[in-house]
């Protein structure tokens, strides 16, 4: 089975301050991850994936195969950061989803 | 955005009556999902498809069905709605196995 955990389901932080959500996951086999964000009215969208390596808006994600997580970091938060952010698993096609965390950063 | 339509985008039903709500795209994707969103829960898998006729269960599966008899349509019928399939249920696309996903704008639906 696979199954997304964020423990996480409020996390309110100070602008400028640092940011990391937290994801963790349990699958038997060769995970892929992501995150996705929904800013407020607008559609989920893709934030990054693991594989990518990439840093998007200033965002980053490690993904630890030991400890089984896939936190997602930022440095510097921003007031644009509020939004609800999902942490996604590919495994045995389908797509599985995190119960969500939503931030709030605070002027 | 993606091509991916979800109608209706709102609807208002009564309790044991049947609902079906259409997610459309012209991507011509093969990967179809619907997905119910409640607070506390996040987004939680309903059914998925992966090729036209090709469908499985999620985890909350239990009270819908699906249909995909052609590539631009998935289906998703509440076949006696409840009250606690009360949700906005999001549709999304993807082209491949392990890839990004795109998602509809969601419906939301109201069992009274």
């Known amino acids: 089975a696979q199954r997304v955990t964020q423990p996480e389901k409020l996390l309110s932080v100070f602008k400028g301050a640092p940011v990391e959500l937290k994801c963790n996951y349990s699958?038997?086999?060769?995970?892929?991850l992501f995150w996705y964000v929904q800013y407020s009215r607008q559609r989920l969208q893709l934030l990054l994936r693991h594989i990518s390596r990439e840093s998007i808006k200033g965002f980053t994600a490690d993904l630890n195969k030991g400890e089984t997580s896939f936190h997602l970091k930022k440095p510097f938060a921003q007031e644009e950061d509020s939004a609800m952010y999902y942490c996604?698993?590919?495994?045995?096609?389908?797509?599985?989803f995190g119960q969500g965390t939503r931030l709030t950063i605070n002027p | 955005d993606a091509g991916i339509t979800q109608s209706p985008r709102h609807k208002v039903t009564e309790t044991g009556t049947p609902v079906t709500l259409r997610c459309h795209q012209t991507?011509?994707?093969?990967?179809m999902y619907w997905y119910r969103q409640d607070p506390g829960h996040g987004l939680r898998l309903i059914h998925y498809?992966?090729?036209?006729?090709?469908?499985d269960k999620g985890e909350v599966s239990d009270g819908y069905s699906v249909s995909r008899s052609k590539t631009e349509d998935f289906l998703l019928t509440l076949e006696s709605a409840t009250s606690s399939q009360t949700s906005v249920y999001f549709c999304?696309?993807?082209?491949?196995?392990?890839?990004?996903?795109?998602f509809g704008q969601g419906t939301r639906l109201t069992v009274v």
């Open positions: 498809s992966y090729g036209v006729k090709d469908t």
């Open positions: 991507e011509n994707h093969r990967y």
């Open positions: 699958y038997s086999g060769s995970p892929e």
């Open positions: 999304a696309i993807s082209p491949r196995d392990r890839t990004e996903a795109f």
């Open positions: 996604a698993l590919w495994g045995a096609q389908k797509l599985v």
